[in-house]
Structure formats: structure tokens, C-alpha cells
């Protein structure tokens, strides 16, 4: 499965919300300072989306859902690393 850079799915006018953040981030350039420090760090061997929603108004869709990141362990099976909700919005240009 190839790689999601979400750069590459993001317009010029971008809003990156993050709790960890005073403010969002606005525009493709802060957004692309703000992925930087993460490039090549963030590992994992699978994903899991649990309870996926999606709401379409016209051109406009709102995706939400649990983000789960998993690492195999010694035994193959799967362990959580991280676990996120997360809201995406998308529209259509």
C-alpha cells in the first residue's frame, strides 16, 4: 500500500487543527513547517479506522473517525501505539 503524504491532498488554504496546538495552522506553507519535523519518524505496520462517518452537503464532505496505529509484535499479532479522533473535511474543486 503506498504511502499517504497528506501534502499531496491538501489545497493552498489549508486549516490544520491540533489539540496540541494554541492555534490552528493556516495555509500550505505552515502546514508543510509543521509536518516537517515528523518526516520519516512516525512508524507503523497497519492502521485501523473504527466507526467511520461521512456527512455530504453539495460539494462539501465531512469524514470523521478513531484512527488507530498499529505495531506487530513479537508474537505477530497487533499492538495499539496511538489512537486519535479525527475529523477531515473535503471538497470538491
Not at 456527512?55 to 499492538?79: D, E, V
Amino acid at each position: 500500500m503506498a504511502e499517504v503524504k497528506w501534502i499531496e491532498i491538501s489545497v493552498e488554504n489549508v486549516l490544520y487543527v491540533d489539540p496540541d496546538l494554541t492555534e490552528p495552522v493556516a495555509g500550505i506553507k505552515a502546514y508543510l513547517r509543521r509536518l516537517e519535523p515528523f518526516e520519516g519518524k512516525i512508524k507503523y505496520d497497519a492502521s485501523e479506522y473504527v466507526n467511520p462517518r461521512v456527512a455530504i452537503n453539495g460539494k462539501t464532505a465531512m469524514l470523521t473517525y478513531n484512527y488507530h496505529s498499529l505495531q506487530k509484535n513479537p508474537k505477530g499479532g497487533f499492538r495499539r501505539t496511538s489512537s486519535w479522533n479525527t475529523t477531515e473535511v473535503y471538497r470538491w474543486i
